[in-house]
């Protein structure tokens, strides 16, 4: 079974790309043999590519509006596949093909209640994600990765602990693995290389590969 990923928000500035890359590093250095999509219009995933001279895996920029239909032949003989998802307010039919596809869906967000509000507050992406799960023959699952922490591990009081407790309230699974505010080692190598082992990415495929295998 191939291993697939979306990373998708409401709007844009959540960290989308950035964990795209680095987890498909990640996966990369893992021995998975992804297929970075970058089906967001401003293509930032795969500038990126462009600028490194090769991320060591592919990245194909394809902003459609049938990408379920498109990626099954793309990631055809890979292991792994990762889609960096436009913002659902501008773009939702890219959106909703790319997560017809995929059968983990990932929402970065960081742990803070003003940013909770900005992508939950008016019900649209709940609605949203809802509707694309009724296109599926099998329900993705749905987790939360907190990006932009004060922390690397959850704490048991603060911002994330509250804003986890709150996310577990409207239903969605919090991963255990946060990735720490460092815009040297992450946003601040766009048009780098960059390696996943021994960042909080490399934990991150081994539970999103841990829950893949279970649901």
């Not at 293509?43 to 462009?50: F, Y």
């Not at 773009?91 to 790319?98: G, Q, V």
Request: charged share 25%; proline share 6%; glycine share 6%.
């Amino acid at each position: 079974m191939v291993l697939s990923f979306a990373f998708v928000n409401l709007k844009p500035g959540v960290g989308k790309s950035t964990s795209a890359v680095f987890t498909s590093r990640a996966l990369s250095e893992a021995g998975d043999d992804p297929l970075l999509l970058d089906a967001d219009r401003g293509q930032s995933a795969l500038r990126w590519d462009e600028l490194a001279g090769g991320l060591g895996f592919p990245v194909v920029g394809k902003p459609s509006r049938t990408l379920h239909t498109a990626l099954p032949d793309l990631v055809a003989g890979r292991r792994s596949a990762v889609v960096d998802v436009p913002q659902v307010e501008d773009h939702a039919a890219i959106a909703r093909s790319a997560l017809r596809y995929c059968n983990t869906w990932i929402l970065p967000i960081a742990p803070a209640g003003i940013e909770v509000d900005r992508m939950f507050a008016d019900g649209i992406l709940k609605d949203f994600l809802d509707d694309t799960q009724s296109l599926r023959d099998k329900p993705a699952d749905i987790v939360v990765l907190f990006t932009r922490t004060n922390t690397k591990k959850p704490t048991k009081a603060g911002p994330d602990a509250d804003v986890r407790a709150v996310m577990r309230d409207m239903g969605y699974h919090v991963l255990t693995t946060q990735i720490p505010n460092n815009d040297a080692q992450y946003r601040q190598s766009y048009g780098t290389k960059v390696r996943a082992i021994g960042t909080p990415y490399e934990r991150l495929v081994k539970e999103l590969k841990e829950r893949q295998a279970t649901h």
